[in-house]
């Protein structure tokens, strides 16, 4: 299976803030990579797939970045909504692993 | 508009058997795959397995493999996964997505069934 690390595990941030969350795979996986934000009580909802393409109705500061192992997922300017946990999942090869998590959290 | 609306928690006892269902609409059911996708208390997303109604082609991950069955009925646009002997580590939120291809990522997801099994 690849393995996915996500970095930070956790991350406090104000509201306004450029946030940036890594994604490494264990392996090789071109782009196919996609990211997800969680929030309590609510189903994942999809962000960037193929590494940097926006979602439809995703607001455009969501961008995500990176190619082979090493990805981004970058929010330019936090609003409060976007206090929620965030997902990598790549798509390479079955099975299509998830990342842990990164909470991201009002400072 | 594309919908997947899951079915109702479930309550169950370690041994019962157990199938939820997932049911598409808005969008052609037998041209997307639908993918199954767990979340224990307190834990991350787990990647169970995805299954393309069109043909009934399914992938499980080797994690789940012999422990749940995925499946689907094109006539009612329901995906469906089955266990039959529940253990208390079932005890998690499941939901489905639908995905464009067998490089799955999930662009709409369900509400998700909430499944606890305890004696």
Redesign the interface.
């Known amino acids: 299976?690849i393995q996915m690390t996500q970095s930070p595990s956790s991350l406090s941030a104000s509201v306004g803030d450029r946030v940036t969350i890594t994604c490494r795979a264990s392996r090789y996986i071109s782009s196919?990579l996609?990211w997800?934000q969680?929030k309590p009580g609510k189903?994942?909802?999809?962000l960037i797939?193929a590494a940097s393409s926006l979602?439809s109705g995703v607001p455009s500061r969501f961008s995500g970045g990176g190619s082979g192992t090493d990805f981004t997922l970058t929010i330019s300017s936090l609003q409060p909504e976007d206090f929620a946990t965030y997902?990598c999942?790549q798509?390479?090869s079955?099975?299509?692993?998830?990342?842990?998590?990164t909470k991201l959290e009002i400072k | 508009e594309v919908q997947l609306v899951q079915s109702g928690a479930e309550v169950k006892k370690p041994g019962e058997s157990l199938k939820i269902s997932c049911r598409g609409s808005g969008y052609s059911f037998t041209s997307y795959w639908i993918g199954w996708v767990r979340q224990m208390p307190g834990k991350g997303l787990e990647w169970m397995g995805i299954i393309y109604p069109g043909d009934s082609d399914t992938r499980y991950s080797p994690s789940f493999q012999g422990q749940v069955t995925i499946s689907a009925d094109k006539s009612t646009s329901t995906a469906y996964l089955q266990w039959s002997s529940l253990k208390a580590s079932d005890t998690a939120m499941y939901y489905c997505a639908r995905g464009a291809s067998s490089s799955w990522y999930g662009d709409y997801w369900g509400q998700g069934t909430l499944v606890s099994v305890s004696s």
Do not use: E, I, V
């Not at chain 1, 189903?43 to 999809?46: E, G, H, S, T, V």
């Not at chain 1, 079955?94 to 998590?101: K, R, V």
């Open positions: 299976d196919y996609s997800y969680r189903a994942p909802k999809l797939y979602q997902y999942q798509s390479y079955t099975p299509n692993t998830f990342g842990q998590g």
